[in-house]
């Protein structure tokens, strides 16, 4: 029998960004403004500016990463995304043709996990680092759990899934990305999510009622000006 397996070495390279807050303003600024003069046409070219910045600024073993989307190719799909969203909304003013935006709404839900997994390809085909490509190899089947049967227990038990549901979600999007032979692997755990989903509502109550305590004073003391 052969003898035990040595483990495979893993070598750990430290990720850093070079990027500062005022040189991602500028081109925010300008991004911003484009997008408005041109009624949201420069949208796709902004989105690839932001994402060209963000990635050329991040360095893994002394090599940076590329984004090389090409902008006319978003433009598209966001035509076509506005032209849908329109035609919601014109169909769903209309009492005659109010059942065409109920099927547009159905349509978008149906094919939502499969847009998912479309624009995870396309970001991941996209990406580069010292010129290889990523990959995404996620099946559209799984998709429609992780995006469909997740996000509907989400909603049907009032949120109580939802922690679950990232955790699918996440572990779709890394444990089906490759970069040449090597595939991502998602190590987290259920529990995690319900910890930050815990935090998030306990700030939220929080805030809420740091906001809510000087409300009420502020109300007491009206109605105790006025007689009350």
């Given at each position: 029998a052969d003898g035990p397996q040595a483990a495979p070495v893993v070598t750990a390279y430290p990720v850093s960004f070079t990027g500062s807050a005022g040189e991602y303003f500028r081109l925010w600024i300008v991004n911003a403004a484009l997008t408005v003069v041109t009624l949201g046409l420069y949208l796709p070219w902004a989105r690839v500016r932001n994402r060209q910045y963000f990635y050329g600024h991040t360095w893994v073993d002394g090599h940076n990463f590329e984004y090389r989307a090409d902008p006319r190719?978003?433009?598209?799909?966001?035509?076509?995304?506005?032209?849908?969203?329109?035609?919601?909304?014109?169909?769903?003013?209309?009492?005659?043709?109010?059942?065409?935006?109920?099927?547009?709404?159905?349509?978008?839900?149906?094919?939502?996990?499969?847009?998912?997994?479309?624009?995870?390809?396309?970001?991941?085909?996209?990406?580069?680092?010292?010129?290889?490509?990523?990959?995404?190899?996620?099946?559209?089947?799984?998709?429609?759990?992780?995006?469909?049967?997740?996000?509907?227990?989400?909603?049907?038990?009032?949120?109580?899934?939802?922690?679950?549901?990232?955790?699918?979600?996440?572990?779709?999007?890394?444990?089906?990305?490759?970069?040449?032979s090597a595939r991502g692997l998602f190590r987290g755990d259920v529990a995690p999510m319900y910890l930050i989903a815990l935090v998030g509502v306990g700030l939220m109550v929080g805030v809420g009622l740091l906001l809510a305590i000087p409300a009420g004073v502020a109300l007491v003391a009206g109605m105790a000006s006025q007689g009350f």
């Open positions: 190719r978003l433009l598209r799909s966001y035509l076509l995304v506005g032209a849908l969203f329109l035609a919601y909304v014109l169909t769903g003013e209309s009492e005659s043709l109010g059942w065409v935006s109920g099927l547009i709404a159905l349509l978008f839900l149906g094919l939502y996990p499969w847009l998912v997994a479309q624009s995870m390809r396309f970001q991941a085909v996209n990406t580069v680092h010292r010129g290889l490509r990523f990959h995404f190899d996620g099946r559209v089947q799984d998709a429609y759990v992780a995006y469909g049967a997740a996000n509907v227990a989400a909603a049907v038990s009032g949120g109580l899934a939802l922690p679950w549901a990232w955790f699918m979600q996440r572990r779709y999007q890394l444990n089906n990305l490759r970069y040449g």
